[in-house]
């Protein structure tokens, strides 16, 4: 191996090649080396939230005069360039690592201390004139440095995902409206039940997603507490006083969200609640949206010999064997991405329990957990609404034939012929094929004109009217 190709660092473990122009240095390195985990490496959004976290550390420290400023500018020019999208090639260490996030946070200081360094005049490696703990480290640990970049991150992430949310809601809105007039019969259990309009149907869909852009939305208020500060235990050793009274401020100012310190910053590097707390709402999400596709498979079910009340979009071909065959495959992915969430709320679970004493290590997995929901429920929301959604279309005779097929209508008389007749008439019709109506109208039960205006579809689906309906029945009595 030619030795002209690398350069020499050390660290507490000792001396270490590492590759003459790399930006990282032998800890980013080292972690690289001993976590081959996953394949993959920090994601985006992290790195650019530990590049903000140390811009905003280098100016905290600069105005609290213990940062040179020539220093403070190399800082802050190299995490800016790292904001923008340059250089995230060199932070390619694994995001499930030992160490509770220190060679995340390593890599970073490294990458920072050698953009800096060239911008002052210095050689890669020397760190002369910066160097990644004394400078872009200072008054920090990974251990608050860490979880503040992993819950970053997270906000940006779930920004995106309240961004599809609402098309979705949206989306669903606008079908409701367009299938408000059509009558179809609800079902319980699988079973016949009641009428129900299919745009009341969707109109449902609609409201559970809404509240879980309340729970999510005040999830992320939880982490927009952070322990910037808190340095290794939440005691704040080896922090400025200034430094610690503006470095959240800053860090805000940078990042454009309202955030805070922790109010009691070991309480803070101690507890992962809220980020449980915060994936638990994104795994209801999650429930949310499988339910929904769950019901949209069935309602497409068929279509010849299903249910076939709606009609999905069709986007490729279903088998490799049956010509014509078309599956629900957005549905089908939508909820895999579900249960992907769902596992991923485990993970997030026992990480948060298994922390020990003054800090838990399992972050790492905790946060590629978290990004990994998030992203998978974006994309499902995504091709959710425009591959399915915006393109379902009712199958509106269908949905009358069944309607008129079932007895489930039958219910619409217990309050005028009572239990016993209707429960005896609905055995009836299912036995011998004969309609509801003729039923009611060989035992004289009804007329024509009070059976038809009892059952009429589209009072028996709304809630005001139907009630008036027994109301003024029972004035007449």
Same mark, same amino acid.
């Given at each position: 191996?030619?030795?002209?190709?690398?350069?020499?660092?050390?660290?507490?473990?000792?001396?270490?090649?590492?590759?003459?122009?790399?930006?990282?240095?032998?800890?980013?390195?080292? &972690?690289?080396? %001993?976590?081959?985990?996953? &394949?993959?490496?920090?994601?985006?959004?992290?790195?650019?939230?530990?590049?903000?976290?140390?811009?905003?550390?280098?100016?905290?420290?600069?105005?609290?005069?213990?940062?040179?400023?020539?220093?403070?500018? +190399? /800082?802050?020019?190299?995490?800016?360039?790292?904001?923008? &999208?340059?250089? #995230?090639?060199?932070?390619?260490? =694994?995001?499930?690592?030992?160490?509770?996030?220190?060679? +995340?946070?390593?890599? !970073?200081?490294?990458?920072?201390?050698?953009?800096?360094?060239?911008?002052?005049?210095?050689?890669?490696?020397?760190?002369?004139?910066?160097?990644?703990? =004394? #400078?872009?480290?200072?008054?920090?640990?990974?251990?608050?440095?860490?979880?503040?970049?992993?819950?970053?991150?997270?906000?940006?992430?779930?920004? %995106?995902?309240? =961004?599809?949310?609402?098309?979705? /809601?949206?989306?669903?809105?606008?079908?409701?409206?367009?299938? =408000?007039?059509?009558?179809?019969?609800?079902?319980?259990?699988?079973?016949?039940?009641?009428?129900?309009?299919?745009?009341?149907?969707?109109?449902?869909?609609?409201?559970?997603?809404?509240?879980?852009?309340?729970?999510?939305?005040?999830?992320?208020?939880?982490?927009?507490?952070?322990?910037?500060?808190?340095?290794?235990?939440?005691?704040?050793?080896?922090?400025?006083?200034?430094?610690?009274?503006?470095?959240?401020?800053?860090?805000?100012?940078?990042?454009?969200?309202?955030?805070?310190?922790?109010?009691?910053?070991?309480?803070?590097?101690?507890?992962?609640? +809220?980020?449980?707390?915060?994936?638990?709402?994104?795994?209801?999400?999650?429930?949310?949206?499988?339910?929904?596709? %769950?019901?949209?498979?069935?309602?497409?079910?068929?279509?010849?010999?299903?249910?076939?009340?709606?009609?999905?979009?069709?986007?490729?071909?279903?088998?490799?064997?049956?010509?014509?065959?078309?599956?629900?495959?957005?549905?089908?992915?939508?909820?895999?991405?579900?249960?992907?969430?769902?596992?991923?709320?485990?993970?997030?679970?026992?990480?948060?329990? $298994?922390?020990?004493?003054?800090?838990?290590?399992?972050?790492?997995?905790?946060?590629?957990?978290?990004?990994?929901?998030?992203? $998978?429920?974006?994309?499902?929301?995504?091709?959710?609404?425009?591959?399915?959604?915006?393109?379902?279309?009712?199958?509106?005779?269908?949905?009358?034939?069944?309607?008129?097929?079932?007895?489930?209508?039958?219910? !619409?008389?217990?309050?005028?012929?009572?239990?016993?007749?209707?429960?005896?008439?609905?055995?009836?019709?299912?036995?011998?094929?004969?309609?509801?109506?003729?039923?009611?109208?060989?035992?004289?039960?009804?007329?024509?004109?009070?059976?038809?205006?009892?059952?009429?579809?589209?009072?028996?689906?709304?809630?005001?009217? +139907?009630?008036?309906?027994?109301?003024?029945?029972?004035?007449?009595?």
């Amino acid at each position: 191996m030619d030795t002209a190709e690398f350069r020499i660092e050390s660290d507490s473990v000792g001396e270490k090649q590492v590759p003459i122009d790399a930006l990282y240095g032998v800890q980013s390195l080292r &972690g690289h080396e %001993n976590f081959k985990i996953t &394949g993959r490496t920090l994601h985006e959004e992290m790195i650019k939230a530990l590049a903000q976290i140390k811009k905003a550390c280098a100016l905290s420290n600069c105005n609290a005069g213990v940062l040179e400023k020539d220093k403070c500018n +190399a /800082i802050v020019e190299a995490c800016d360039e790292i904001i923008a &999208g340059k250089y #995230h090639q060199a932070f390619f260490t =694994d995001p499930v690592q030992g160490g509770a996030g220190t060679t +995340a946070n390593m890599n !970073a200081n490294e990458v920072i201390a050698n953009l800096a360094e060239l911008k002052l005049g210095g050689n890669l490696g020397e760190y002369k004139l910066v160097h990644p703990n =004394d #400078h872009v480290n200072m008054g920090q640990s990974t251990n608050d440095v860490y979880p503040t970049s992993g819950k970053l991150g997270a906000i940006s992430l779930a920004n %995106n995902l309240l =961004d599809e949310l609402n098309l979705l /809601i949206e989306a669903l809105g606008k079908k409701a409206e367009e299938f =408000d007039e059509v009558i179809k019969i609800g079902r319980t259990q699988l079973q016949d039940a009641v009428p129900i309009r299919l745009g009341q149907e969707f109109n449902a869909y609609k409201h559970a997603l809404m509240r879980d852009i309340s729970r999510i939305n005040f999830a992320l208020d939880g982490l927009k507490v952070i322990n910037m500060g808190a340095s290794a235990i939440g005691t704040g050793i080896n922090v400025d006083t200034e430094y610690l009274k503006t470095i959240v401020p800053t860090l805000a100012k940078i990042t454009g969200y309202d955030l805070k310190q922790a109010e009691d910053l070991i309480d803070g590097t101690q507890n992962l609640d +809220a980020l449980v707390f915060f994936h638990g709402t994104i795994k209801t999400l999650a429930v949310t949206l499988s339910k929904m596709s %769950n019901d949209l498979r069935l309602m497409s079910s068929g279509p010849r010999t299903g249910i076939g009340e709606i009609n999905l979009p069709p986007k490729q071909n279903g088998s490799s064997i049956m010509p014509g065959k078309i599956n629900p495959v957005i549905p089908e992915v939508v909820t895999q991405a579900a249960f992907l969430t769902i596992g991923n709320d485990t993970t997030v679970t026992m990480c948060a329990e $298994a922390g020990q004493l003054e800090l838990n290590a399992f972050e790492p997995v905790l946060f590629k957990s978290i990004y990994e929901s998030l992203e $998978a429920l974006t994309g499902a929301m995504n091709t959710l609404r425009v591959n399915c959604i915006e393109g379902i279309t009712a199958n509106r005779e269908r949905c009358d034939e069944l309607l008129h097929a079932s007895v489930g209508m039958v219910t !619409a008389l217990v309050p005028h012929i009572g239990y016993k007749h209707s429960a005896s008439i609905a055995k009836e019709s299912l036995k011998t094929g004969v309609s509801v109506k003729e039923l009611v109208m060989k035992e004289g039960l009804l007329t024509e004109e009070e059976f038809n205006e009892i059952m009429n579809p589209m009072d028996l689906t709304t809630p005001g009217i +139907a009630a008036k309906h027994l109301l003024e029945e029972k004035k007449n009595k």
